[in-house]
């Protein structure tokens, strides 16, 4: 007994840590009680114990319980710990080995099968764990468990994999209808789904590039939802001086490459993540869902915490939000139908968005040379859209042809001036990309790769920008498929 709780002891301090030591009534009770700690360590995990000739015999499982036979869980085999521990819960203090949270996950108790070296194969009697498990070796410490029941679930449907956004089509003003509409302040920022189990969180931007490093802030959001399973939809967002959304600022966190950069970064640009759909919820995919009762479900989840927030929607009063919306200096707002489902990867007629400034992606074709302070630098961009999209003309066997559309040569700062100058230069080319009409002379032509968003006052007749200016640079947008974006729903 002493010797099986050697290595539980010369970890711990007893003066400090309000663990139990182990040198009390181990209770003489035969085996068959189990605990799941839930432990907010420097990692979150979930141990598993289980009561076996006098002690706990323990494993610390990153990702949880397995819920579904599926999924086989990593569960590392810890040292033993004293029977007391059963019942433990508390904080561990900073300094001490396992510093955090523990809180009790779950209690019961359990039937052996099978308890050998290379197999322990038990059945659960808890609150929430229930049925057959069995634990097994694979290499040193490392054990895998395994659910050998089907899913405690019955209608457990596993979590979707690459959902692309739902998109909103551009509408000139807020529907008709009002009151059959939700209304949202459309965010600008970075739209990211995040697929979050076991308390870890994963994000993904709409070309299905995983950019979890991006945003280390948003670790802190799969802690906070425990041992939930949500598939989350939102859009990162970094704010100005004057505590607006600012795409221009996000920029600096966007395309940052190491973790070290992104770390020193972290805090003078820190993100928000603003979440205003769920896709899935602890066993169940709820795209299926009107829109209205999954902004339910979603604001009952109460997600608000130092990097992430759930904003408040309006059902119906789209108008008096667009205004407030323009007062702010917003992009707009996104009316969603009540009744409407989530139609992944689709720019829905059911999902609108209505703009405060017009604003879009255009593709840089080219610039022309500064003058006065720019010289030797870049002046003004000569940007472009495509007459049709990518699919459009692979459907109808045509070229995609780029058109023109005036120079932007407002709303830079100085470094976005030499990052351009710099992502130009190996992309100059003799020729003009452009078809059809043509920038000034003097044009210095690139290959069309650039996206940049720009706002601007209005399309004139001609479908030229009117007083277009630089918003900032994506990287998540292929060029190709950058059309002109007009309101087409009334
Ligand atoms: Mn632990």
């Given at each position: 007994?002493?010797?099986k709780?050697?290595?539980?002891?010369r970890?711990?301090?007893?003066?400090?840590t309000?663990?139990?030591?182990?040198?009390?009534?181990?209770?003489?009770?035969?085996?068959?009680?189990?605990?799941?700690?839930?432990h907010?360590?420097?990692?979150?995990?979930?141990?598993?114990r289980l009561e076996?000739?006098?002690?706990?015999?323990?494993?610390?499982i990153?990702?949880?319980?397995?819920?579904d036979?599926?999924?086989?869980h990593?569960?590392?085999?810890v040292?033993d710990?004293?029977?007391?521990?059963i019942d433990?819960?508390?904080?561990i203090?900073?300094?001490?080995?396992g510093?955090?949270e523990v809180?009790?996950?779950?209690?019961?108790?359990?039937?052996?099968?099978?308890?050998r070296?290379k197999?322990v194969?038990v059945?659960f009697h808890?609150?929430?764990?229930?049925?057959?498990?069995?634990?097994f070796p694979?290499k040193?410490?490392?054990?895998?468990?395994?659910?050998?029941?089907p899913?405690?679930?019955e209608g457990?449907?596993?979590?979707?994999?690459d959902?692309?956004?739902?998109?909103?089509?551009?509408?000139?003003?807020?529907?008709?209808?009002?009151n059959?509409?939700?209304?949202?302040?459309?965010?600008?920022?970075?739209?990211?789904i995040?697929y979050?189990?076991?308390?870890?969180?994963?994000?993904?931007?709409?070309n299905?590039?995983d950019i979890?490093q991006?945003?280390p802030e948003?670790?802190?959001?799969?802690?906070?939802?425990?041992?939930?399973?949500?598939?989350l939809?939102?859009?990162?967002?970094?704010?100005?001086?004057?505590?607006r959304?600012?795409f221009?600022?996000?920029?600096?966190?966007?395309?940052?490459a190491?973790?070290?950069?992104?770390r020193?970064?972290?805090?003078?640009?820190?993100?928000?993540?603003?979440?205003?759909?769920v896709?899935?919820?602890d066993?169940?995919?709820?795209?299926?869902?009107?829109y209205?009762?999954?902004r339910?479900?979603?604001?009952?989840l109460?997600l608000?915490?130092s990097?992430?927030q759930?904003?408040s929607w309006?059902?119906g009063?789209?108008?008096a939000l667009?205004?407030a919306a323009?007062?702010?200096?917003?992009?707009g707002?996104?009316?969603k139908?009540?009744?409407s489902?989530?139609e992944?990867g689709?720019?829905?007629?059911?999902?609108r968005k209505?703009?405060?400034?017009?604003?879009?992606?255009?593709?840089?074709?080219g610039y022309?040379p500064?003058?006065?302070?720019?010289?030797g630098?870049?002046g003004?961009?000569c940007?472009?859209?495509?007459?049709?999209?990518?699919a459009?003309?692979e459907?109808?066997?045509?070229?995609?042809?780029?058109?023109y559309a005036g120079?932007?040569?407002t709303?830079?700062?100085?470094a976005?001036l030499?990052k351009l100058?710099k992502?130009?230069e190996p992309l100059?080319?003799?020729?003009?990309?452009?078809a059809g009409r043509?920038p000034k002379?003097?044009a210095?032509?690139a290959?069309?790769q650039?996206?940049?968003?720009?706002e601007?006052?209005?399309?004139?007749r001609?479908?030229t920008?009117?007083?277009p200016?630089f918003k900032g640079?994506?990287?998540d947008k292929d060029?190709?498929?950058?059309?002109?974006?007009?309101?087409?729903?009334?």
């Open positions: 007994m002493a010797k709780l050697g290595e539980y002891k970890k711990r301090d007893f003066e400090e309000p663990e139990p030591s182990g040198n009390g009534d181990s209770g003489g009770q035969p085996g068959g009680r189990f605990v799941v700690h839930e907010h360590a420097r990692s979150l995990h979930w141990d598993l076996r000739d006098g002690v706990l015999v323990s494993w610390a990153p990702k949880g319980i397995p819920p036979p599926k999924t086989n990593l569960a590392v085999h040292e710990h004293p029977i007391e521990y433990f819960k508390g904080e203090p900073e300094g001490n080995y510093a955090g809180k009790i996950w779950d209690q019961g108790t359990y039937d052996v099968l099978k308890w070296d197999e194969m059945v808890g609150e929430r764990l229930q049925g057959k498990y069995v634990l694979t040193g410490k490392n054990w895998m468990i395994h659910r050998m029941d899913p405690a679930d457990r449907e596993p979590m979707p994999r959902i692309k956004p739902m998109m909103a089509r551009l509408a000139e003003r807020v529907p008709d209808k009002e059959e509409w939700g209304y949202e302040v459309k965010w600008d920022g970075v739209r990211a995040a979050i189990e076991g308390g870890r969180v994963r994000l993904q931007n709409r299905m590039r979890t991006q945003y948003l670790r802190e959001l799969g802690r906070a939802v425990g041992a939930r399973e949500l598939v939809d939102g859009e990162v967002i970094a704010f100005d001086e004057e505590g959304p600012s221009g600022r996000l920029q600096h966190r966007m395309h940052l190491s973790e070290s950069a992104v020193r970064r972290m805090s003078d640009i820190p993100v928000v993540y603003a979440i205003f759909d896709l899935y919820l066993g169940r995919v709820t795209i299926r869902l009107p209205e009762e999954r339910g479900l979603l604001d009952e109460e608000r915490g990097h992430w759930t904003p309006h059902r009063e789209g108008k667009l205004d323009r007062e702010q200096g917003l992009e707002i996104v009316a139908k009540l009744d489902p989530y992944p689709r720019r829905s007629v059911c999902w209505i703009k405060a400034v017009q604003r879009q992606e255009l593709v840089v074709g022309m500064g003058e006065g302070g720019r010289t630098r870049v003004s961009l940007v472009g859209y495509y007459n049709m999209t990518r459009e003309a459907e109808r066997g045509e070229e995609q042809r780029l058109i120079n932007v040569g709303g830079f700062k100085e976005d030499v100058g992502l130009l100059r080319r003799d020729t003009s990309p452009f043509q002379k003097g210095v032509f290959e069309p650039l996206v940049v968003e720009v601007f006052l209005m399309w004139t001609t479908n920008l009117r007083a200016s640079l994506r990287d060029p190709r498929d950058v059309v002109i974006e007009k309101p087409d729903v009334a």
